[in-house]
């Protein structure tokens, strides 16, 4: 079983950025995939960005496509989501979550999941 902790989060303006962590302890880290979803006021959680457990496949939703970057570092068992061009839109909870599956894309394939960061993009 792993735990899992976000950070990074906080309040930003239009254009800015922001670089989120994923910080994991107990569990192989190395073998789940590992995915981030966020969740805006009066909305459902939604799939934002996926990882493979050894980064040889990502997956990203059209949303957040060439503005954020996923990577993670199983050595430190971190996993990072830098997050450039923020827009309001973005503004939201983010988890993150692990996954024993090989490719994990949706809500459902997820088994562990961290208590959140919030990210406010201001206009």
């Known amino acids: 079983q792993v735990q899992l902790v976000e950070s990074g989060g906080g309040l930003v303006q239009t254009g800015g950025s922001l670089r989120l962590s994923c910080a994991a302890s107990?569990?192989?880290?190395?073998?789940?995939?590992l995915g981030w979803f966020r969740q805006a006021p009066g909305k459902a959680r939604e799939f934002v960005v996926f990882i493979s457990w050894r980064s040889g496949i990502t997956s990203y939703a059209d949303s957040v496509k060439g503005r954020f970057t996923i990577s993670r570092d199983n050595a430190k068992k971190t996993m990072y989501l830098q997050m450039n061009s923020l827009k309001p839109e973005d503004t939201a909870v983010y988890y993150c979550?692990?996954?024993?599956?090989?490719?994990?894309?949706?809500?459902?394939?997820?088994?562990?999941w961290g208590q959140g960061t919030q990210v406010t993009v201001s206009s």
């Open positions: 979550a692990a996954s024993t599956e090989v490719i994990a894309t949706m809500y459902r394939n997820y088994d562990y």
């Open positions: 107990g569990g192989t880290f190395s073998r789940y995939a």
